[in-house]
């Protein structure tokens, strides 16, 4: 069974800055399309930046120019550099396949909170 594991969560003030962190069982992070995703409270998931095979990356509107996708294929990681951060940012963040793999169940994610 395939896993995802995030990290790199927590509580910052509004204008800080966190870098999230994803690893997946095998080499699920460098064969695949991947995505970051979000949770807010009372919202669907929603996928909020993705980077292809070949490194080609899109974002959500909301986020575009504060939030950077990358991944590390000899480390078969993938982080999120979220920057500006907003209150509306505040979700649990999680990473899957973008496609996503639906028969592949989502990780425990990492809580993000904005606020001051």
């Known amino acids: 069974q395939v896993q995802f594991v995030e990290s790199g969560g927590g509580l910052v003030q509004p204008g800080g800055s966190l870098r999230l962190s994803c690893t997946a069982s095998g080499t699920i992070v460098s064969s695949y399309g991947m995505g970051w995703y979000r949770q807010a409270p009372g919202k669907q998931r929603e996928l909020v930046a993705g980077i292809t095979t070949g490194g080609r990356t899109n974002y959500v509107e909301s986020v575009q120019g504060r939030f950077s996708i990358s991944r590390n294929n000899a480390r078969n990681t993938l982080d999120l550099q979220m920057n500006s951060l907003k209150p509306e940012d505040t979700a649990v963040y999680y990473c899957?396949?973008?496609?996503?793999?639906?028969?592949?169940?989502w990780g425990q994610g990492t809580q993000v909170t904005v606020s001051s």
């Open positions: 899957h396949t973008h496609p996503r793999f639906a028969m592949w169940t």
